[in-house]
């Protein structure tokens, strides 16, 4: 059964503490992405990763840090440093073509975060 | 950054009604995907679109590629009230060396049985 997962699917943190967030990928895709959602708001992007140990910051990074250790796998660390945590995180993975060209996007189910 | 215009904002429609929504932009993509996302739940891929011109269906839904490379919309016919869900275009152009969608900021659909 393929597909992405995201766990929790609901995180508690206090204020000034940083906060792992998980994301696995069963596809073999290439690329995986993390994205933030606040309410009523569409998705930013936050960083992504085209192959192992590389990654690039997206239009948000400002307070994250990620890593690309193995391929089915990018966890987003939320450090204290992120002025405002609060949010719905969403992973994406997808194929790149050789090409070039992406293949189609899938998302997790996300993790909604609240620091107090 | 690339920008993505999406409307409407929201619609609030009868059961039975067709839906049309769209996206446009002020660069060119290369790429165009269409998403539906439930409350609480990641975007789901509705269609995906790579040809300007192009034009696909899934089910009810149909979507096409702007000739012009900064367009695309979707229609949704005769809406049923499983279609509720924010919806959300993206588009990518890797020529621009960015590797990554961009998301408009959605349409909400409200559908009355």
């Known amino acids: 059964d393929g597909g992405i997962t995201q766990s929790p699917k609901y995180l508690f943190r206090k204020e000034g503490q940083n906060v792992t967030l998980s994301c696995e990928q069963n596809?073999?895709?290439?690329?995986m992405y993390w994205y933030r959602q606040d309410p009523g708001q569409g998705l930013r992007l936050i960083y992504y990763?085209?192959?192992?140990?590389?990654?690039q910051k997206g239009d948000i990074a400002e307070g994250y840090s990620v890593s690309r250790e193995k391929k089915e796998s990018f966890p987003l660390t939320v450090t204290s440093a992120q002025k405002n945590p609060t949010a719905f995180y969403l992973c994406?993975?997808?194929?790149?073509?050789?090409?070039?060209?992406?293949?189609?996007?899938?998302f997790g189910p996300g993790t909604r975060l609240t620091v107090t | 950054g690339q920008q993505l215009n999406q409307s409407p904002q929201s619609m609030f429609i009868q059961e039975g009604e067709d839906v049309s929504m769209n996206c446009t932009s002020s660069?060119?993509?290369?790429?165009w995907l269409w998403y539906k996302q439930d409350p609480g739940e990641g975007p789901v891929l509705l269609i995906a679109?790579?040809?300007?011109?192009e034009l696909t269906s899934n089910g009810r839904l149909t979507a096409q590629f702007g000739i012009t490379r900064k367009d695309s919309f979707l229609n949704i016919s005769a809406s049923i009230p499983s279609d509720v869900g924010i919806y959300f275009c993206?588009?990518?152009?890797?020529?621009?060396?960015?590797?990554?969608?961009?998301f408009g900021s959605g349409t909400r659909l409200q559908v009355q049985p």
């Open positions: 994406a993975s997808s194929i790149v073509w050789t090409s070039g060209r992406l293949r189609e996007q899938y």
């Open positions: 596809l073999n895709h290439d690329a």
């Open positions: 990763s085209q192959i192992v140990n590389d990654f």
């Open positions: 660069s060119i993509f290369n790429t």
């Open positions: 679109l790579y040809k300007a011109g």
């Open positions: 993206a588009g990518l152009n890797m020529d621009t060396g960015r590797r990554a969608l961009t």
